[in-house]
């Protein structure tokens, strides 16, 4: 398998196939719009903006009419300096998973090559870096921590997200790929114990 491509900034993405394909390519905190669904989750798009002004983002969204709305509303509240608009080709053809192609029968995010993803990201002037987290956090880690599987975990990881910014609705998959692409272990145990 290729190794995958660390990257600073955050990637949005419109939906759950569209981060689970990105996810095989680069090692980034990837959030998802849920479609047009960030048209009304206001605390989703502060969220995106957080992560904007903290690390910037790049917008990665389906080259349809559809991915353009989404991509010009969340640019329009975010400073230009701190966004990277990453565009895939119009290639036509449908995802394996659907029936039918999409409405302008292009393919998504997710119909997108590793090839055609990278020299999408490539073309946007995204830096990357093949640098591998040499010590992670993981889940055992967050199980030793009090903050998984055990009593008051879920009280626990409340604060921690608290402390750290971060959404409410975050799962713990996704706080792990953010604190291994944002911070050591050991700053990461610092945090655990401020937030208590």
């Known amino acids: 398998m290729a190794e995958k491509i660390k990257l600073t900034p955050a990637v949005i993405v419109e939906g759950r196939y569209d981060k689970s394909k990105v996810s095989e390519i680069v090692d980034a905190f990837i959030i998802e719009t849920n479609g047009f669904g960030i048209f009304k989750d206001k605390k989703r798009l502060s969220f995106i903006k957080e992560l904007a002004r903290e690390r910037g983002i790049i917008i990665l969204t389906d080259s349809d009419h559809a991915g353009f709305m989404i991509r010009n509303y969340i ?7 701190n966004i990277i608009n990453a565009y ?3 290639i036509y053809g449908k995802e394996k998973r659907k029936s039918e192609p999409s409405k302008e029968g292009k393919l998504g995010v997710e119909g997108m090559s590793r090839e055609v993803l990278l020299k999408a990201l490539e073309a946007a002037g995204v830096a990357f870096k093949n640098s591998e987290n040499p010590d992670p956090v993981t889940n055992y880690d967050l199980y030793e921590l009090g903050l998984s599987g055990k009593p008051d975990a879920s009280k626990k990881k409340k604060a921690l997200l608290k402390a750290l910014d971060l959404p409410e609705f975050l799962s713990t998959k996704s706080l792990l790929t953010y604190i291994n692409s944002s911070m050591t272990k ?11």
């Open 88 to 90: 895939i080709p119009d």
């Open 75 to 81: 640019s329009s509240g975010v400073p230009k300096e």
């Open 186 to 196: 050991t700053e990461f145990i610092e945090k655990i114990n401020g937030a208590e």
